[in-house]
């Protein structure tokens, strides 16, 4: 897993436009995406879902969460 | 781990919400609040800078308990739900310089975006206008975002600076138990009260209270922000707070029509000017400053009641803009803008291109 995006301490809208562009530059494969708060972790889910990409896994850490997403 | 499902953040949610928060905005309007503004936090904001004594505009002075019970909602539903996250350290004084600018800006058009919705609601024509500076504002707001503009991350805080917000909304709430309005007085203890005008038309205190606390609690839960729906459509074309948007308008007018409070025209509307270029001028100013802050005023709130510093400082950027709005002749009144409005517009105008240019990458 090479693509990370951090979207850490972020505010509105972001993480999303990252994760976006991020997106957008692969095409497909694997990505991660690094939120800290509900909010993001929201958004950042139904922008990536509206692309095509599918929310593999969530983990959450201490006071944050790694989104897993994969096309 | 699995995400903890939040019913209110998908589609139906934000939909429910806004159409709650449509209704009881009507509602307030039925029981006491000014006309079309049953929800006004750019106004309310104003309101409560009045009854502190920041400003001594007489007529719009009161302690708006709604405000108070955003913060507490929010904060109430952030502890319950696990999303209390003190944080801040995100270019406070830019957010602080833009509340002061948004709320200028609302307060040359008369409303924040939720009274563009509310008036639009009401019949009030020339709130469209204020629509359409609201809608430039934003999009000139999106052009920065689209060129990488950012106001760098925010930090973790402690617990303890979390709670501030919602304690300075307590320490208000019990200033407007304990100094409660004596009719006819402008003043009981240390607040200020208006007896005539926009400033005296209130709810009951624990009506409009608990319509705040409700709202507080719906709205950090959906993440309702009237500014995000707008902004999210422009850069995303991602239509989800929209709908909320939509939603809270129907309902309104709907609730309106049936309290008999729908008054279509352009004169004579409740709390509002015709010039036209000036409402939207001021909205343009206000939808930029909330776009580069992250937030409408509503959302800065709940925000605020989450813990984060930052939208509090926003906040009370906006109280302070109030203040000077009123001392200056900077905001209208319902005979047009203020003697010193046209200034206003353009130096805040020019503060905010100042925050965007200086604070993008490209």
Known sequence: MSEVVDARGLSCPQPVLLTLSKLSELNDGECAVLVDNEVSLENVSRAATNKGWTVQTVTEGIDEYKILLKK | ???????????????????????????????????????????????????????????????????????????VSALLFREFKPRAGS????????????????????????????????????????????????????????????????????????????LIALGLLVLRIVFDQIPGDPKSGVLFYSVKGPGSQHAALFISLGIGLLVGVLAQRSRFCTMGAIRDMILFRQTHLMLGFLTLFI???????????????????????TQSFWNFSGMLVAGLAFALAGGCP???????GEGDGDAAIFVLGMIVGAAFAHNWGLASSPAGIGPHGMAAVIVCLLVCLFIGITNTKK
């Not at chain 2, 039925?30 to 009854?51: H, S, W």
């Not at chain 2, 707001?141 to 930090?155: D, E, H, I, P």
């Not at chain 2, 509503?298 to 605020?304: A, I």
Request: proline share 4%.
């Open chain 2, 298 to 304: 509503g959302r800065q709130l709940f925000m605020s």
């Open chain 2, 91 to 166: 270019a406070p004084l830019a957010r602080f310089i833009l509340g002061m600018c948004a709320m200028i800006g609302a307060l040359v058009f008369l409303g924040c975006p939720w009274r563009v919705i509310l008036r639009l609601a009401g019949g009030d024509g020339n709130a469209l206008f204020g629509l359409l500076g609201l809608i430039t504002g934003i999009g000139i707001g999106v052009v920065f975002f689209k060129q990488g503009y950012s106001l760098g991350r925010t930090g973790k805080q402690t617990y303890g600076l979390g709670l501030l917000m919602p």
């Open chain 2, 251 to 273: 309902f309104a007018l709907l609730a309106n029509l049936y309290f008999g409070q729908f008054h279509p025209g352009f004169v004579n509307q409740p709390v509002a000017h």
């Open chain 2, 1 to 75: 781990m699995q995400l903890r499902k939040n019913l209110f953040a998908g589609t139906v949610g934000i939909i429910v919400v806004g159409a709650i928060i449509g209704v009881l905005a009507s509602l307030l309007q039925k029981l006491g609040n000014p006309g079309n503004m049953g929800i006004c936090v750019a106004c309310f904001d104003r309101d409560i800078a009045g009854a502190l004594g920041l400003h001594r505009a007489d007529v719009v002075q009161y302690l708006r308990p709604e405000i108070i019970g955003f913060i507490l909602g929010s904060f």
